[in-house]
């Protein structure tokens, strides 16, 4: 029985719950030990395809990842129905540690950073010859993202019957990408992809290419059972083309050779979030000359060290200029 006024003690305490009940908050959360491992193949308005062993398995995010998002490439701990069967949905409950990750911003003064790919090895940079113009800029931008976010660039040059690709490998050459070049006649026949697969056996390959490239088409010859929507058209007026991939998606590469993910076109790669001191990672015979660089040295300025460094015979002059070149590219616009 309870007792009133000034016969109570603290056992006789009445507590009322809050406005948003009376569970007590904590911060432990359930380690899911049993949770099946998972890999994100496409996301869409927050339910994301998963692959869980040979099946796929529709998910939503947990509430308790907090503001934490799952990106395409992500390796994840996945708990509830996984059946995959009509109408069942799954719960992803935790985001494993990724090992890269390709980001990109709207333009350089869009501070909203956004991830596109995680857990890729490489980027392959779709640029065509010609019909669109190729834009140096915008690969330069995109090897800077590779590079900063782990990931090894990859050149894959389109329709060569239309122009020569000489001229923009000698561009790349002191960069050493490793390069492939197709024509629509090499596709048609299958001896281009052949080229390209050989590539991307045994990686998860990101693809990456402003419209009208031929990225599409390519992908399409590369997955042959998982046709991507029909290839646009490149507007005559403009020379931009139409896009035609909406989200990222994972796809596998046929033997289990690898994973190839298809990312929207682009028409701008902002690089707001990258950190120039970190693209000097991707340049490991100009790395150490930097030791006598002053602090915060851009590595363009009268007394960056690399000066020294090349006309001692350390690296190649035009390892230098390529560095530069990229650097400088996160200080101005795409298209400037």
Same mark, same amino acid.
């Given at each position: ?202 990686? @998860?390959?990101?693809? #990456?290419?402003?419209? &009208?490239?031929?990225? $599409? !088409?390519?992908?399409? =010859? *590369?997955?042959?059972? %998982? ?5 646009? @058209?490149?507007?005559? #007026?403009?020379?931009? &083309?139409?896009?035609? $991939? !909406?989200?990222?998606? =994972? *796809?596998?590469?046929? %033997? ?9 076109? #682009?028409?701008?790669? &902002? ?66």
């Amino acid at each position: 029985m309870r007792r009133y006024g000034k016969h109570t003690d603290e056992d006789d305490i009445r507590t009322r719950p809050g406005r948003k009940g009376s569970r007590p908050r904590t911060n432990i959360r359930p380690k899911h030990e049993d949770a099946a491992e998972g890999m994100v193949l496409t996301v869409d308005r927050g339910r994301l395809t998963c692959l869980v062993e040979d099946r796929v398995v529709y998910a939503m995010k947990a509430r308790e990842l907090g503001r934490k998002a799952a990106i395409v490439g992500d390796r994840v701990a996945i708990v509830g129905d996984l059946t995959g069967k009509k109408d069942t949905l799954a719960r992803i409950v935790r985001i494993e540690p990724r090992t890269s990750v390709l980001r990109r911003t709207a333009d350089d003064d869009d501070p909203y950073e956004r991830v596109v790919v995680a857990n890729a090895d490489q980027l392959a940079i779709v640029t065509a010859l010609a019909d669109p113009e190729p834009r140096p800029r915008l690969i330069d931008r995109c090897l800077v993202a590779a590079y900063d976010g782990g990931l090894d660039p990859l050149l894959v040059l389109t329709k060569s019957d239309l122009a020569p690709p000489d001229e923009l490998l000698e561009l790349y050459g002191a960069l050493g990408v490793p390069y492939v070049v197709t024509s629509r006649a090499e596709l048609e026949s299958g001896e281009a992809v052949d080229r390209v697969r050989k590539q991307l056996d045994g990686k @998860v390959t990101a693809f #990456v290419g402003h419209s &009208g490239v031929g990225k $599409t !088409t390519l992908v399409n =010859a *590369l997955v042959a059972k %998982e046709r991507r929507r029909s290839t646009g @058209v490149v507007n005559a #007026v403009t020379g931009r &083309g139409r896009h035609t $991939t !909406t989200s990222a998606l =994972a *796809l596998p590469l046929p %033997e289990d050779d690898g994973w190839l993910i298809d990312t929207p076109g #682009v028409r701008s790669f &902002g690089l707001h979030h990258v950190d120039p001191s970190r693209v000097i990672h991707a340049f490991p015979d100009l790395e150490p000359g930097t030791e006598g660089c002053p602090r915060a040295c851009s590595h363009d300025e009268p007394d960056c060290a690399l000066d020294e460094w090349v006309a001692d015979g350390h690296a190649d002059p035009a390892r230098l200029y390529s560095l530069r070149r990229l650097l400088a590219t996160r200080e101005r616009r795409e298209g400037d």
